[in-house]
């Protein structure tokens, strides 16, 4: 995806992550119902090339763009999948390709999110990795799957047959729609993306804590009550000894690193005299 394109998909992701930690719209009902409207709305831009030029075209204003979007959709979506797209075109993104990846990838975190909220995403990302290496195994079932010019329905019935209610609700909705819109017949490796993905989504759960010496449960549990409201979400705690930091405590939590260490501010400390 190009920069243009990832910077309208941040603005519109950092949106949704605030749907997400709100109590009121962060159901796991509504995520899941967002999820699919986003998918929905995917697959007609997919069908329809013309839409998606006019959508991400340079030449048009912002304002027209968003207008578009809200004469197609307003009446057919909930407002936070509306809001969502018009954030993307707004920004505006470089290609009509990156718009039906950007919304797709919408799609699948507002998924991830509803199986975080009704405490299935570690099973999700299970459910999603051991079908990935079915995949592998059976290469005919990935062709049938992957197979385009099959009639989709013929498709969702080999699925369903397949994993039957095997599956957590988002890993099948998940595959539903990766077999709904195959672009490619390597089907194993989306479903391990969206293996992947899961597992980066319950990463933003846990902080990861390294201590100079270990940390009672009580500690824990306090530490991850100041981090859950930090973040909007609920936080559990992993810890680590490190004597190393000497004191304070380090935290990752996803991407984000919080360095509290006293090591840290000594080398601070040393690095501000002059040499």
Do not use: C, W
Not at 54 to 71: C, K, Q, W, Y
Not at 93 to 113: F, H, M, Q, Y
Request: net charge negative.
């Amino acid at each position: 995806m190009h920069s243009a394109s990832q910077s309208a998909l941040n603005h519109a992701d950092d949106q949704l992550e605030q749907v997400i930690s709100d109590e009121g719209t962060g159901s796991a009902e509504h995520l899941a119902q967002v999820s699919q409207e986003l998918y929905a709305v995917a697959a007609v831009l997919g069908e329809h090339i013309e839409l998606r030029r006019h959508l991400v075209d340079p030449t048009g204003s912002a304002s027209l763009r968003r207008s578009l979007v809200e004469n197609l959709f307003s009446e057919k979506v909930d407002q936070t999948t509306l809001q969502l797209l018009t954030t993307l075109v707004e920004t505006r993104l470089t290609s009509p390709t990156d718009l039906v990846e950007a919304v797709e990838i919408l799609g699948r975190t507002a998924a991830l999110a509803s199986a975080e909220k009704d405490d299935s995403l570690s099973d999700t990302e299970d459910d999603l990795f051991r079908f990935g290496r079915i995949l592998q195994r059976e290469p005919q079932l990935r062709t049938l799957l992957a197979d385009s010019s099959a009639p989709v329905d013929k498709r969702l019935e080999l699925l369903s047959g397949v994993v039957g209610e095997k599956l957590t609700p988002t890993a099948y909705r998940l595959l539903e729609q990766t077999v709904r819109h195959p672009y490619s017949k390597a089907l194993d490796h989306a479903a391990e993306r969206l293996a992947d993905a899961a597992a980066a989504r319950r990463d933003r759960s846990i902080a990861r804590v390294v201590a100079p010496i270990a940390l009672s449960d009580e500690q824990e549990e306090r530490l991850g009550d100041v981090l859950s409201r930090l973040y909007g979400r609920s936080i559990s705690v992993q810890s680590d000894v490190d004597p190393d930091i000497l004191g304070g405590l380090v935290v990752r939590v996803g991407g984000e690193l919080l360095d509290g260490s006293v090591a840290r501010h000594l080398r601070g400390a040393a690095d501000a005299f002059p040499t």
